[in-house]
């Protein structure tokens, strides 16, 4: 399983972006695809997450700000920020979580990361 991000960049406060992921290989039906970010110094914490149904779940700090969205293609995930703040500035990960219908054992999957910069 391979996920592609893109979409991060330098943005000013007030600004907006849009992260785009691309999940690839053995990814069952049923899963969770979301992002996290991970500032200097501080631990890696969960944004925004949709399941294959379409339920999303969202930090408190970005809920009304950020959009979380799956394309027509399912195994494409996005994330829309919106009224950037400079405490946004993180790497942020995308993410897949699973069970194989195959073997039914969890997997979860990171992306490479795509920088996010908000400047005051």
Do not use: H
Request: glycine share 12%; net charge positive; aromatic share 10%.
């Amino acid at each position: 399983v391979q996920l592609q991000a893109s979409g991060g960049g330098l943005v000013q406060a007030g600004g907006s972006l849009r992260l785009s992921c691309v999940a690839s290989g053995s990814i069952s039906s049923g899963n969770t695809m979301g992002w996290y970010r991970q500032a200097p110094g501080s631990q890696r914490e969960l944004v925004a997450s949709i399941d294959s149904g379409g339920s999303t779940n969202y930090a408190d700090s970005v809920k009304g700000r950020f959009t979380i969205s799956r394309g027509n293609n399912k195994n494409v995930v996005d994330l829309l920020l919106n009224t950037l703040k400079p405490e946004d500035t993180a790497v942020y990960y995308c993410n897949v979580k699973f069970m194989a219908t195959w073997n039914l054992k969890r997997y979860e999957y990171w992306g490479q990361g795509t920088q996010v910069t908000v400047s005051s």
